[in-house]
């Protein structure tokens, strides 16, 4: 039995898109500059949400701050945008992909917030169509090197600071095909700026993004050619979210796919694997999160600071059902209300649930500002976020709500 169609589609799409209204926010995880002239100018950060209209259309916004510290939002003030805008920050400049085009925009925010459009860089030529060009499907080397995904495993070569295309490459030895499921390209939410060459995930599905293959490969890119350099081949299932920790180990966990078929028995179990600095796989960072969580299943593994990570943590023990009896849909939907935010404690190999926060759903976006940790947690409907702060103990304090479904929170310049 699968999932409903509508159904499938709402929750890739929530992971595709995650949220777009955008709120100007620092954030030390994304392409950012420490140019003097910028910093003179003062600190400008994004929140980024998205709406979803009563016509089945979404609308995405732009808000602009220069203080963390914000106590309220409102989409009146924000810029606005159709679609599934996303956004990023590079060289003190912010970039917006279009959601209808494949467009991405520079602007210039003035010291006092106003928004000066600089450039628009289009990837058309390079066969990129319709919103193809959203953030979500970049991933960065450095302030002048990222990659966007062509059609599977290609990608357009640009530099975000010059605002130009450096070319197309289209290498690559990963199968097309393997064990009656075809090869996919993952989705970065939301971009980061991490260390050392670029390490992309792919994943092994079928054609309704239901059943997964065991492994994921994860290419890594050569720095300077841009061309496959090597394929790690990682048995976990679906890995795509990326993280690192201090010492440039990377940690990678799932978010298309949950849990939820090996509950029934259906499918191999989730898990976290870590990749060295030297982009070796490391054998022996292979940790069972269960026994740190009671036997509840972990996904969307995020590293944050000085050994402690966040993770969504199922608390299958608040929901009653026959998981014996083979996959039931309506059972796994019921699944999907009850995961909870975790922190978990690398050193000590020990977790425990954020007290004060509801569900968060099967997966969750955070930003880390001025080196302080904000999640972003949506209602059910994603019509409302509360975003909350959390100290180093892993307490959450709510700072303020904001209309839709907020994906990131990022600093476009100190």
């Known amino acids: 039995m699968k999932f409903s169609e509508a159904w499938l ?3 890739i799409e929530a992971g595709v898109t995650a949220a777009v209204v955008v709120l100007v926010v620092a954030c030390d995880s994304t392409p950012s500059t420490s140019d003097p002239a910028e910093s003179a100018r003062g600190p400008v950060y994004a929140l980024q949400t998205m709406v979803y209209n009563t016509d089945d259309t979404v609308t995405s916004y732009v808000a602009l701050s220069d203080t963390v510290n914000v106590e309220s939002i409102e989409l009146a003030d924000a810029r606005e945008f159709p679609s599934y805008a996303f956004i990023t920050a590079v060289g003190g400049k912010l970039l917006v992909s279009a959601g209808e085009e494949p467009l991405i925009t520079q602007y210039d925010i003035t010291a006092n917030l106003d928004w000066d459009e600089l450039d628009v860089l289009s990837f058309a030529n390079q066969g990129i169509t319709g919103g193809g060009a959203g953030f979500e499907r970049h991933w960065f080397l450095n302030d002048h090197v990222a990659y966007l995904t062509l059609e599977v495993t290609g990608r357009v070569v640009w530099n975000p600071s010059d605002f130009e295309i450096i070319g197309v490459m289209d290498d690559s030895e990963l199968a097309p095909e393997q064990n009656g499921l075809v090869l996919d390209a993952t989705f970065n939410r939301p971009p980061q700026l991490l260390e050392g060459p670029v390490l992309k995930p792919f994943y092994y599905r079928d054609e309704d993004w239901f059943r997964f293959g065991p492994s994921t490969p994860i290419v890594i ?4 050619t841009h061309a496959e350099q090597a ?15 201090e010492a440039g180990n990377t940690y990678f966990s799932p978010w298309t796919y949950g849990p939820t078929l090996s509950l029934f028995g259906e499918g191999p ?10 982009s070796t796989l490391d054998l022996e960072w292979v940790p069972d999160l269960t ?21 969504s943590v199922l608390h299958i023990d608040e929901v009653e059902g026959d998981f014996s009896a083979g996959y ?4 796994a939907i019921e699944l999907d209300r009850h995961w909870r935010l975790w922190q978990f404690d690398l050193e000590a190999e020990a977790a425990k649930p954020i007290e004060g926060i509801g569900p968060v759903g099967s997966g969750f976006n955070w930003s880390s500002l001025d080196e302080r940790a ?7 409907d994603w019509s409302v976020t509360k975003v909350y702060e ?3 103990d892993g307490t959450a304090s709510l700072r303020f709500e904001v209309s839709g479904l907020v994906n990131n929170w990022v600093q476009v310049r100190q």
């Open 9 to 11: 589609e709402s929750r």
């Open 221 to 224: 890119y050569d720095p300077t």
């Open 231 to 245: 394929i790690l081949d990682v048995p976990c299932p679906a890995l795509e979210v990326a993280s690192q920790d």
């Open 269 to 278: 179990a989730v898990c976290i694997r870590r990749v060295k600095n030297d």
């Open 291 to 311: 026994q740190w969580t009671g036997g509840r299943p972990v996904q969307v593994f995020r590293y944050m600071r000085d050994g402690r990570a966040l993770a």
């Open 328 to 331: 039931d849909e309506d059972l």
């Open 374 to 380: 904000f999640v972003f947690v949506p209602n059910e």
């Open 390 to 392: 959390l100290d180093s």
